[in-house]
């Protein structure tokens, strides 16, 4: 029986955005990674193309999280050295990219000076040839002291830089031009602010298809429907039109799943809930999935099973 | 769906004959399509006619039932591609597999262990939905139908491709209502029979969208009714566009071989695969996953899954505006307040407990608003703080007399202070993350 024609008609593209500069392109990693350029929604090829698969980021810091045993027994006693932990993302857990979160200079944290920031990005960067996402601590004031010294360490790798803020999006946005990075634009769980957010960078002189929309990542069970609603929403906006929403997106999934107590809590916390060491990798796994269908183009991940689990579940889905 | 009021008078006789009282056949279609009036009130509507205004007001996605009375599960009737279009209107239910080569007592076992599979999360209990039964491989299908269907406290679903097996299973459970598990080309014929004879909902599946029209075609004709799409995950994109297409064509473009709720059997290898795309289909349209895990770690994820997508977005998540204990609490514990809001409060509850300090949350109702858009709304109010901590009897709970409050109200501070007894006001973080960091050095000075 024939089936009628459901396709939708979109009318536009999502961005296309390259992270990583090569040799000849002015950097020193061995391969870019390109992600978007979508005209449908995900895995949809019935009516558009995709022509980027899903890549994942493995989550690296400066400083040991305040992260569960579980997570960090997996990672291995790598985790304490930002340069071992970077090169065993790539070379055991297979990671597409590196993101790497500057959370020691957080004022409460262990205070980094832009000095040392800039020589744990320049360590990573020697020591791993993926391209490389950039973070600061999440402090406005010290991420203005820290990122100009990191984004000019990595002049020319063409990385990702988050992010930028309506508090702070000045200073992102002077030191990508000047630096020639890509910019993480980022809002609160909230999608007119996400809009809102690009528009000012925009405004100043950014183009907006060097931008990568991080709209807050909430972990499985907290928060979760309203931002897989907002990816969705955002996607939808792009396909239908909106240029002010055609970016693609990045979830740091391991950043927020690892707080979260079905994460952290063992049984005799949670009683019948089944073990932590199987419970854990799963809610990270879950949580990056699903969003991944919501329209996520760079997921952040932290534990090597959970990165195991959906990359095969991205290679297998075409 | 509701139909319009042309929509209506193009079927009526158009005579103005005034037998319904109405002055115009148009004016009686305008009072249908607003519910004022039935069709029934109109005397020379022809047989044909209502027949296919009943069908064309009939939901584009039919409801199908599983079980009976209390121990059933309603799926469908779905009126929406996207969540933030409307709602999901029907939570995914998880069915778990009791494989045939188990047992009679593995069997029990796992039946009890599905009876036992439900959670208390964030006030709401999520559970295990179905007890999904292979019968194709056992010697008495009847006799393992029986036992899954006394025993199980949730519905039951018969696995089967045999039609003699599933008929005898079938027969001895009708009166529970199971959903036959399924019919493909090889079995439609005496699947859809087994259906509309016993009454029982019936599963059908196709090797492509084009088989399964055809499949739910033929079944309706031999007079099965209530029927489920079914899907497989031999090629996970594949899936995702089945469901997608089958979910859009019946909405969209009322497709009536597709107007039934869709179900997907997961079938991956190992289990923390099937977890991973169990979430993803209950997310992506399907109304029952079938998995064939059943430990909580397995199953947790999912659940969540389908208690954060099936929440109606229209309506903010609130908890019970009260005053909270996290952890041990003592009469020196720190006291502090938030909104109702339940991003806002499982934020913050989940960093004091980060926190290890045991610390009091008194819950202030803002009508689901976040700290920000509750204090532009006028939602919040130093008066309202005061008047909330007093309605919980705070000061009854800890002996001093200090109170953290939002970072972004620092605007409260002077006026909870002087109008309560609260003497001291500490301005605390902005950010719920950085609460730890914030409770841990408040208690160490």
Redesign the interface.
């Given at each position: 029986m024939q089936i009628p024609d459901v396709k939708e008609k979109w009318v536009s593209r999502i961005n296309e955005v390259t992270i990583g500069a090569t040799s000849e392109q002015g950097g020193t990693r061995s391969k870019t990674i390109t992600v978007g350029g979508q005209s449908t929604l995900p895995f949809l090829s019935f009516e558009g193309e995709s022509p980027h698969k899903t890549v994942i980021a493995g989550y690296v810091a400066d400083t040991l999280p305040n992260w569960p045993d579980v997570l960090k027994d997996a990672i291995g006693k790598e985790i304490n050295s930002p340069v071992e932990w970077a090169q065993k993302a790539v070379e055991e857990f297979g990671v597409d990219l590196i993101s790497l979160r500057l959370i020691g200079a957080d004022p409460a944290v262990k205070d980094k000076s832009p000095e040392e920031c800039s020589k744990v990005v320049q360590d990573v960067l020697k020591a791993v040839d993926v391209p490389l996402i950039i973070w600061g601590c999440g402090d406005d004031e010290k991420d203005n002291h820290i990122l100009p010294e990191c984004s000019q360490a990595a002049k020319g790798e063409n990385c990702l830089i988050g992010s930028a803020k309506e508090t702070n999006y000045m200073t992102i946005v002077a030191l990508c031009k000047a630096d020639k990075h890509k910019i993480i634009s980022e809002a609160p769980v909230d999608i007119n602010i996400g809009k809102q957010v690009n528009i000012l960078l925009q405004d100043a002189g950014f183009d907006l298809k060097d931008v990568v929309m991080f709209q807050t990542t909430a972990a499985l069970g907290y928060g979760f429907d309203y931002v897989y609603t907002i990816l969705e929403r955002a996607r939808i906006a792009g396909l239908k039109g909106d240029n002010l929403m055609a970016m693609p997106q990045i979830c740091d999934v391991g950043g927020e799943v690892w707080r979260v107590k079905e994460a952290v809590a063992d049984e005799d916390i949670l009683p019948g809930w089944g073990k932590l060491s199987k419970r854990g990798p799963l809610w990270e796994a879950t949580c990056a999935g699903v969003y991944m269908h919501a329209g996520a183009d760079i997921l952040v991940m932290a534990h090597p099973e959970a990165i195991s689990i959906v990359r095969k579940i991205i290679e297998k889905t075409e | 769906m509701a139909l319009t009021g042309m929509q209506i008078y193009k079927n009526l006789p158009k005579t103005n004959c005034k037998d319904c009282g109405l002055p115009t056949c148009m004016a009686f279609a305008m009072q249908v399509a607003a519910k004022q009036r039935a069709l029934s009130d109109c005397p020379h509507i022809s047989e044909e006619a209502s027949e296919s205004l009943a069908e064309a007001s009939a939901p584009p996605m039919k409801l199908i039932k599983i079980g009976i009375g209390e121990n059933s599960y309603e799926i469908g009737q779905e009126t929406v591609m996207?969540?933030?279009e409307e709602k999901f209107h029907r939570r995914t239910g998880i069915a778990v597999r009791i494989p045939s080569s188990l047992s009679d007592e593995e069997a029990t076992a796992l039946v009890e262990k599905i009876n036992?599979s439900a959670?208390v999360?964030?006030g709401d209990t999520i559970k295990v939905s179905f007890s999904a039964v292979e019968v194709d491989g056992v010697d008495d299908p009847g006799k393992r139908a029986k036992l899954v269907a006394e025993n199980s406290k949730v519905p039951v679903i018969l696995i089967g491709r045999d039609a003699g097996k599933m008929k005898s299973a079938a027969e001895t459970i009708k009166h529970k209502n199971p959903l036959l598990y399924r019919a493909e080309s090889s079995n439609i014929d005496t699947m859809a029979e087994l259906s509309a004879s016993t009454k029982l909902p019936l599963a059908v599946g196709g090797s492509n969208?084009?088989e399964l029209?055809?499949l739910t075609?033929k079944a309706r004709e031999k007079g099965a009714e209530n029927l489920i799409l079914s899907f497989k995950t031999d090629?996970?994109?594949d899936t995702?566009?089945s469901l997608?297409?089958a979910r859009?064509?019946a909405l969209?473009?009322r497709?009536r071989?597709f107007g039934y709720p869709a179900m997907t059997e997961i079938t991956a290898e190992p289990l923390?695969?099937e977890?991973?795309?169990g979430?993803?289909y209950a997310?992506?349209y399907s109304a029952i996953v079938l998995i064939n895990g059943s430990?909580?770690?397995?199953i947790?994820?999912?659940l969540?899954?389908i208690?954060?997508?099936y929440?109606n977005?229209q309506v903010p998540n609130t908890v019970e505006a009260k005053l909270y204990e996290i952890g041990n609490v003592a009469e020196n514990s720190p006291v502090m307040f938030t909104t109702n809001f339940s991003?806002t409060y499982?934020?913050v509850a989940?960093e004091v407990?980060?926190s290890k300090v045991p610390a009091y949350i008194c819950v202030v109702d803002t009508e689901g608003l976040g700290v920000l858009n509750a204090y532009a709304g006028d939602k919040i109010s130093a008066e309202k703080v005061v008047k909330t901590l007093q309605e919980q009897k705070v000061v009854e709970k800890v002996k001093h007399r200090k109170l953290i409050i939002p970072g972004l109200l620092p605007i409260f501070r002077a006026e909870i202070e002087d109008t309560s007894e609260w003497e001291e006001v500490i301005i605390g973080p902005e950010n719920a993350?950085?609460i730890?960091?914030f409770l841990q050095k408040m208690a160490k000075q």
């Open positions: - | 996207f969540r933030h036992k959670w999360r964030v969208l084009e029209a055809d075609n090629n996970l994109g995702l566009r997608t297409i859009r064509a969209r473009q497709f071989e923390e695969e977890t991973v795309l979430a993803i997310a992506k430990e909580p770690w397995e947790l994820p999912i969540t899954t208690q954060d997508v929440t977005p991003l499982f934020s989940g407990e980060r993350r950085e730890p960091a």
